[in-house]
């Protein structure tokens, strides 16, 4: 056997729906590693679903649970939707009049939720993912084992940006080559 340890690969994959084939290029890529180099694959990502394709020896680090804790899509949830309809739970056995006031504030809280909340979000979520993984999934990696990065969408980059920052002698990319050699 070798003394030296198997070298690691990190996949960022935080929203793998925002491409085509997505899920398929990821699932393709980690089993390249496995199989061919012999590398551990650790994939790093916010969606709960559509991994079956994954292999079964890849990490799979799921972020979702811990996105949907932070305070910040909490708050929201809860001053957008959660009090109006404890504010207006009383008027629903009003009858008719209440399931009109009822059906009002459901729409306003989906077109606050839809046209303030969803358009802040979108430039904030890949910060907070990034921040997320760096103090739940990044402290049980060996970076000093990782051989590459590969950040497989836009939402991956600020994470991406910071492992390349914090580690200046590893190789982070956006090429999914299938080698672990460094790029030249």
Partial sequence: MNDQASPRVLILAMDPRSHKRGYKRVAGLAAHFLDEEGALVDVVTAEARGWGRLD???????????EARHPLPWLEHTVVSRAPRALLWPLRRLGRAGAIVDGLQRRVSGA??????????????????????????????????????IVMDDVSVPLGYRLARRHADLTVTTRQLKTLEPEV
Avoid: G, N
Wanted: charged share 40%; proline share 4%; aromatic share 6%.
């Fill in 56 to 66: 079964e020896r890849a990490r799979l680090h799921r972020l979702e649970r811990a």
């Fill in 112 to 149: 606050v939720h839809r046209r303030l909340f969803l358009p802040f979000y979108r430039h904030v979520r890949p910060l907070l993912l990034a921040r997320i993984a760096r103090r739940r999934v990044l402290r049980d990696i060996d970076m000093a084992q990782v051989k590459r990065v």
